[in-house]
């Protein structure tokens, strides 16, 4: 195994037999995929799959909201989510009225920063597609972003990325429930790219090498690495406050006390993030897509109420929303706590190449004429011209 420092993977070896049930169920569904029995549907406009084989966070949310900022300027987006854990049923749009338990905490994140695209909810994704393409208020969408739905075999995307943890390679894991993977590893095969995700900053060549050739994977995938970036704290509520407004870096909270609250699969990667910026931080953890409680609101109030100045709360975008939802806090707490953004930095210079692979096919899949158009008059000029091609990077 290669030595990572944060490494992440804990197998329960004692329930390795019932994950062997459970993929041998997962292996027979494939197979009915596979032999056609259970029909996959393809579209004529471009969809684009974001996804993991691995129960929990492995980055999805940075990775689409990555795809949104990439394409929003050239293309009418839709970002279709499941909507996890929220309260309503079937197919809903979001729009400036949903609330967090109408459409899930991921989706409502995305509506509140990307006000000029689309964000639906639809467990079934084929229904979901249908909808967006076909209703009035949202048939001109371009494309479309499936979040979370590597596994939701019934749709055909153009563009299946596969985003694997660099804490926890999925070619070390387990099924679960000794371990996390969701599906057999021999799944990433239908992966057309793969992206190794959390990397450190400071990731060695040997290292790069090693990883790339672990991970075994096919000619026709394209394998990339990103790293986290963290953007300044943002304060979540709008109270007069001597810090209210203000947004803070790392840096300038150098010393502090900080309460950090996550409700997310992996909140070990913050820990060891923060870690360099001089803090003492006490976690506060909660379960993946937590939905806040008057108690736990309580303990949240008391527990930053013990704590010396200066002190602050931290927590993910995700979970700051859903203690909106809540509500319940101090005044003292509302007017310290601030949310932590995070988006992703291609490493290796590979964002170029990323870059052109989805926006090539998004114009050369479009239903807009536009988008065509531009397609064509960027090729015409260089179609002769070898040296004006993307650069690639070959890792083999």
């Known amino acids: 195994m290669i030595d990572m420092e944060g490494d992440f993977i804990k197998i329960n070896e004692w329930l390795l037999p019932l ?14 995929f596979e032999m056609g029995i259970l029909k996959q549907r393809s579209y004529s406009l471009p969809v684009i799959s974001v996804g993991n084989i691995t129960v929990g966070g492995a980055g999805k949310t940075p990775h689409v909201e990555y795809l949104v900022r990439l394409l929003r300027g050239m293309a009418r987006v839709a970002v279709l989510s499941r909507g996890y ?9 979001a729009n400036d009225r949903s609330r967090m338990e109408d459409i899930g905490d991921e989706p409502y994140q995305m509506k509140q920063k990307f006000d000029n695209i689309y964000v639906a909810v639809d467990k079934k994704r084929t229904e979901g597609i249908a909808r967006l393409t076909h209703d009035e208020e949202t048939k001109d969408v371009d494309v479309i972003l499936l979040d979370d739905a590597f596994q939701h075999r019934y749709v055909k ?27 057999p590893l021999e799944g990433k095969r239908r992966a057309d790219v793969v992206i190794i995700t959390k990397c450190p900053p400071d990731l060695k060549p040997m290292e790069i090498r090693v990883l790339t050739k672990a991970m075994g994977l096919y000619p026709y995938q394209d394998l990339y690495f990103t790293t986290l970036q963290y953007q300044p704290l943002k304060p979540y ?28 699969a992996s909140p070990k990667q913050i820990l060891t993030d923060l870690k360099p910026y001089g803090l003492k931080v006490a976690p506060m953890t909660y379960g993946d897509h ?16 013990a704590m010396q100045s200066p002190k602050i709360i931290i927590t993910t975008e995700k ?7 809540a509500g319940g806090l101090s005044d003292e707490a509302r007017a310290n706590i601030y949310a932590l953004p995070i988006q992703i930095k291609f490493m290796l210079d590979q964002e170029e190449q990323f870059n052109q692979k989805v926006i090539s096919y998004v114009r050369k899949n479009s239903r807009n004429s536009i988008l065509v158009k531009r397609k064509d008059d960027n090729a015409s000029p260089n179609r002769h011209r070898s040296s004006n091609k993307p650069r690639t990077i070959s890792f083999r």
């Open 319 to 325: 979970d700051a929303a859903r203690l909106q939802d």
């Open 19 to 32: 994950s062997w049930l459970y993929g041998s169920g997962v292996r027979f569904r494939n197979a009915l």
């Open 157 to 183: 995307p153009g563009i299946n990325i596969l985003l694997v943890d660099y804490h926890r390679l999925i070619i070390y894991d387990k099924l679960i429930p000794a371990g996390r993977l969701r599906e």
């Open 290 to 305: 937590h939905n806040f409680k008057p108690r736990d609101i309580a303990a949240i109030n008391q527990r930053f109420a």
């Open 85 to 93: 854990k929220r309260k309503s049923k079937g197919y809903v749009l």
């Open 237 to 264: 509520y709008n109270i007069s406050d001597k810090q209210s407004g203000k947004s803070l870096t790392l840096d300038d909270i150098h010393g502090y006390n900080v309460l950090l609250l996550t409700g997310i």
